[in-house]
């Protein structure tokens, strides 16, 4: 199988590139080496084969798509962005790239495609009440942020609600601009899988860390921007109280998923797309990151801080039943040990 990786270059791409070519599989990637993304030198595996061009550019995806028997679409603007400024970037980069994407593929008649969607696209997960009904809430105020009062709440007994896990057909309720693009990628993937009869997978992605995560840019993951801090002597800065709850999935294990779903596309219904949520199945909160990586580090404890951002969701955590099952996919690594080996590796610049 030849597998086009666009974003092959990137934190997950690139583990990608690196798991399809442990299997034998032809591999391009067609990667803009970004220098706000990641650095500028990031060098792809012996036998890849690598195309420098933008995912809007049509030209660019007509010769990376030629001979390709399924694309793994990893190019994207990543992370909760600055402020609105950024939404332009996002729209662009995120919803035109991926428009371009299905027509280029419409074009060449590739059938098949593995889309990397996120968690985000939930907004805030799912809670149950005191009764055990479940409850999916609205927005935080930022007037309950600020007064610390961080874990949504009953509107009607004003206790909080109890976190649960969400899964693919709960409704989808995207809270900021990233978190909307990742929708319309999903949506795009939809419309060509009907147009054309192709098949697509649609990957939300928990949150992913590895050793390669870029760092030190406003769109790095919490776990990256904890071992900067870490390796610069200071404390962790964890916002809110910490108890906020996450799903940490190491990057070879969304690799695998990536390259299962690419394997099982050919057993779905011609037309479709079809969601699976990518998580490791345990729960964690951010105060636990932070705790872990500065024992690992042997760094400072972590500071509490209270601050909160605008747009985050408190608890979001997500049942991987449905990839198990049917993508017959298994995460391998374990939060402990994936967390020893990112905490001993040498951070990756954003820029060289
Ligand atoms: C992350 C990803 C997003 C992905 C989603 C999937 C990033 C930047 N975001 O969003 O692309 O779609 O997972 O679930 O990779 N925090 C601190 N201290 C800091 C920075 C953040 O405590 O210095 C807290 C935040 O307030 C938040 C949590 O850490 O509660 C996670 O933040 P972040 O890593 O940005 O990830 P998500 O918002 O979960």
Redesign the pocket.
Known sequence: MRILVTGGAGFIGGEIVRGALARGEAVRVLDSWRTDVHAASAALPDGAEGLRGDVRDADALDRALEGVDVVCHQAAK???GVDLQDSPDYASSNVVGTAELIAAMARARVGRLVIAS???VYGEGAYRDAAGARRRPAPRTEADLAAGRFDPRDPASGHPLVPDLVDEDDALDPRNV??LT?LAQEHLAGAWARATGGRAALLR????YGQRMPRDTP?????A??RSSLAAGEA?????D?A?R?DFVHVTDVASANLAAADRLAALPDGSARAYNIGSGAVTT?GQI?AGLARAMRGPDPIVTG???LG???H?TASSARARAELAWTPRIPLETGLAEFAAAQPAGANP
């Open positions: 990543v992370g909760l996120s968690m985000v990233y978190a990742k992605y928990h949150n992913v769109y790095a993951g919490v776990a921007i904890f962790p800065r964890v916002f809110e910490g906020q996450r951010v932070a601050e909160y951002r985050d969701v408190r979001i």
